[in-house]
């Protein structure tokens, strides 16, 4: 389990401070491209910066959750990896967006090489990186999103309690086409991140 620098400031205008919203990387923020091994393979979604930008605003977390399993087979390393993750917040940064952190995963459990050839409790679907995420950050899991185009994202959002959003974009459409092989439903499909958003915002403001 590796965790990058959280930046931004932490605190909440409406008091929501436990509250997160968690999105995965690529096919959710960032185009899906296969693996993003250099920071000029790196291009938001339209709309995904105003998307993470409003949820700024409204003082509610924003944190990535990502699968980096590139670095178990050698695809680049974690010092890459780190370089990307600048350059990504640097992107947000340039549209009036930030994040309150960046978690990945290097591991897989069968492909790769040692250290990073394992079993892990932080690879999606399971949830190791949303509950260190929330012990960091102050974060009431329960109360919390978890938004990306896999099945493994959805997956990971409901075993914490909270609440699993499948996006349209990367591979969103694939894994609809694959619904009849769900163990657990989304609790909303959205079109894109933005779409996400104004779902996870009306929840927050039912009585």
Not at 137 to 164: P, R
Not at 175 to 192: M, R
Request: with cysteine; hydrophobic share 40%; aromatic share 6%.
């Amino acid at each position: 389990m590796r965790k990058a620098k959280s930046c931004g400031r932490k605190s909440s205008p409406e008091g929501r401070t436990k509250v997160a919203v968690f999105l995965d990387r690529d096919g959710t923020i960032c185009e899906e491209v296969g693996y993003i091994h250099s920071k000029d393979q790196l291009r938001l979604i339209p709309g995904a910066a105003e998307a993470i930008r409003r949820l700024n605003r409204r003082g509610i977390k924003t944190v990535v959750i990502t699968n980096q399993s590139g670095v178990a087979r050698g695809f680049f390393s974690e010092e890459q990896l780190r370089a990307i993750h600048e350059e990504f917040l640097h992107l947000l940064r340039e549209e009036g967006a930030r994040l309150d952190g960046i978690y990945y995963c290097p591991h897989h459990p069968t492909e790769g090489q040692e250290p990073y050839l394992r079993v892990c409790e932080c690879r999606k679907p399971s949830p190791g990186l949303l509950k260190k995420a929330a012990e960091e950050l102050d974060i009431d899991l329960e109360a919390s999103f978890m938004v990306g185009d896999h099945f493994a994202d959805v997956a990971a959002g409901l075993a914490v309690g909270g609440k699993g959003i499948l996006v349209l974009t990367g591979h969103g459409e694939k894994t609809l086409g694959e619904k009849a092989t769900w163990t657990v439903s989304p609790s909303w499909i959205a079109q894109d991140l933005a779409a996400a958003v104004d779902w996870i915002l009306s929840v927050l403001e039912e009585p």
